[in-house]
């Protein structure tokens, strides 16, 4: 794939760093289309212009799977094979038709995060309040644009996660700036591929995760954690004074896991009796995603401001050693085998490859494509892996 990417469009979300917070900035276009109706279908068609990533650690190997990474800053996401890190391809998301053109899409999307069950992939579409619902097994590696639903939800979204039965999709709405009235949790059945209930909330919601039995939703917001019933979809309890929490986790045991991105540490929950906080670990500046290994043992923890990831043992609840990563290490995700960590940057949008077992980086690819900054406005924010592979076309 020797082609040029497409330029950047109007109603992405543009990330910035600065004075240790991270700064979310919405751009409109005139123009924009209008929100799709409440569940829409687009069908494959044209495909956009695209640019091969290269791969800096030619040493690279891994599991048979793909990761699938959200680029708000370039309205699309981009597929990646696990078992080389090579570059596989660049797919549209929530790219309405220009009325009129039947080859040419308006490239307004903004894919913030991405959740992943079985072959099915969830995007939060944060310019046009949509989600966007992919079926993995039908992409190919050429075909630009896989069919998708569109499902219309609240404002602004952007976390989501999937019960771990895959029946419930919650999305985290945050709402705009202006008016924290229009925070909310949109509770999607997948079966149907509609919002079922509109959780309102009184701050803006970030990130959601499931107890493993999925009878249990905790959000992080502004205000700290809220803690739901999925069978009524009501709050049956919260937890505050977390500093501002963002990325949130929940162990196999039912631990929960918080970044408190004011304090610089990760607050550990106990679910068992009445949910407190348990323990605080101190780690990097800034921190904001999380990840687990399969088994729970250890957690991955993702500290933009100090380019660093933080590795702790859960049995312990201490750092056990700490991954220098450039660029703005923000989301990452552990493969399905437990055997690699997978690290985006979102200053750099470049994925960092990191063997669990030593620490040491075995592979890179530039989402950018060419050079050191050509990546820079991709603003890679959510990553999946899944243990199948694209079919090649």
């Given at each position: ?18 004075a240790g917070a991270l700064a979310l900035s919405l751009s409109s276009s005139t123009g924009h289309p209008a929100a799709a109706p409440h569940a829409t279908v687009k069908k494959a068609s044209a495909a956009k212009n ?127 700036q202006t008016d924290s009235k229009l925070a909310s949790i949109s509770v999607i059945s997948t079966a149907t591929n509609t919002v079922t209930t509109t959780l309102h909330l009184d701050s803006a919601p970030a990130q ?31 937890i505050g004074n977390l500093g501002d929490p963002h990325g949130v986790v929940v162990s196999p045991n039912g631990t929960v896991y918080v970044t408190n991105t004011d304090r610089g540490v990760v607050d550990v929950i ?124």
């Amino acid at each position: 794939m020797s082609q040029l990417r497409k330029p950047l469009v109007a109603g992405t979300v543009a990330v910035v760093l600065a004075a240790g917070a991270l700064a979310l900035s919405l751009s409109s276009s005139t123009g924009h289309p209008a929100a799709a109706p409440h569940a829409t279908v687009k069908k494959a068609s044209a495909a956009k212009n695209v640019k091969s990533a290269q791969l800096a650690a030619s040493a690279c190997t891994g599991p048979v799977g793909t990761a699938y990474i959200a680029e708000p800053g370039y309205s699309a996401f981009d597929a990646i094979n696990t078992a080389n890190c090579e570059y596989i391809n660049n797919y549209n998301v929530d790219d309405p038709q220009v009325p009129g053109d039947s080859g040419d899409y308006n490239y307004s999307s903004s894919p913030q995060g991405v959740a992943l069950h079985g072959s099915t992939l969830y995007f939060t579409d944060t310019a046009q309040n949509n989600v966007s619902v992919i079926n993995a097994a039908t992409m190919t590696t050429k075909n630009y644009n896989p069919a998708e639903t569109d499902i219309h939800v609240g404002w602004d979204p952007t976390g989501l996660a999937v019960s771990p039965d895959g029946s419930q999709l919650w999305v985290a709405n945050t709402g705009p700036q202006t008016d924290s009235k229009l925070a909310s949790i949109s509770v999607i059945s997948t079966a149907t591929n509609t919002v079922t209930t509109t959780l309102h909330l009184d701050s803006a919601p970030a990130q959601i995760a499931f107890s493993p039995s999925g009878s249990t939703a905790y959000v992080t917001t502004a205000d700290g954690l809220l803690i739901y019933s999925t069978a009524t979809d009501r709050a049956v309890g919260s937890i505050g004074n977390l500093g501002d929490p963002h990325g949130v986790v929940v162990s196999p045991n039912g631990t929960v896991y918080v970044t408190n991105t004011d304090r610089g540490v990760v607050d550990v929950i106990s679910t068992a009796g009445f949910p407190h906080v348990s323990a605080t670990i101190p780690v990097g500046q800034m921190p904001w995603g999380l990840a687990l290994s399969p088994s729970g043992s250890t957690l991955y923890v993702a500290n933009i401001n100090s380019n660093e990831v933080s590795v702790i043992s859960t049995s312990s609840k201490k750092v056990t050693s700490t991954l220098p990563v450039s660029g703005g290490p923000d989301v990452l995700a552990v493969t399905p085998d437990g055997s690699e960590l997978w690290v985006t940057g979102v200053t750099s949008a470049i994925i960092t490859v990191i063997s669990t077992s030593t620490g040491a980086v075995v592979g890179t690819t530039n989402l950018g494509g060419d050079g050191a900054n050509s990546g820079d406005g991709n603003d890679p924010s959510g990553i999946v892996i899944s243990s199948a592979a694209i079919p090649s076309s």
